[in-house]
């Protein structure tokens, strides 16, 4: 069974950047579409981030498109996100997220099946 473990997370300033990092053990890595939601306090988990299996495609929420950027090592079995210009509206448990239904990116929540336990991210204005 696929287990995810985030880390990266922290207390930061507005204008400051974070990296955020995925391991993922167990399962084919590569042929799992990836993703990173997150939750904001009071709010239901929204979709940040997907990308494909080999990295052909990438799709951001307009949230973060521009700041935000998913990548993936599969050697490593490691997916990251590279945030940028943080926001305090970007406060939220980041979480990462593996499908083993789908290979293309997806940004559909339903699409994943396994969940890492999430990392804390706080912004500060």
């Known amino acids: 069974q696929v287990q995810l473990v985030e880390s990266g997370g922290g207390l930061v300033q507005a204008g400051t950047s974070l990296k955020l990092s995925c391991g993922a053990s167990g399962g084919t890595f590569s042929s799992y579409a990836m993703a990173w939601f997150r939750q904001r306090p009071g709010k239901e988990r929204e979709f940040v981030a997907t990308?494909?299996?080999?990295?052909?495609?990438?799709f951001y929420a307009d949230s973060v498109k521009g700041r935000f950027t998913i990548s993936r090592d599969n050697a490593k079995n490691t997916v990251y996100l590279q945030m940028n210009s943080l926001k305090p509206e970007d406060t939220a448990v980041y979480y990462c997220?593996?499908?083993?239904?789908?290979?293309?990116?997806?940004?559909?929540?339903?699409?994943?099946?396994?969940w890492g336990q999430g990392t804390q991210v706080t912004v500060s204005s």
């Open positions: 997220a593996a499908s083993s239904v789908r290979r293309g990116a997806t940004r559909v929540t339903e699409n994943y099946n396994y």
């Open positions: 990308i494909s299996g080999i990295s052909v495609t990438t």
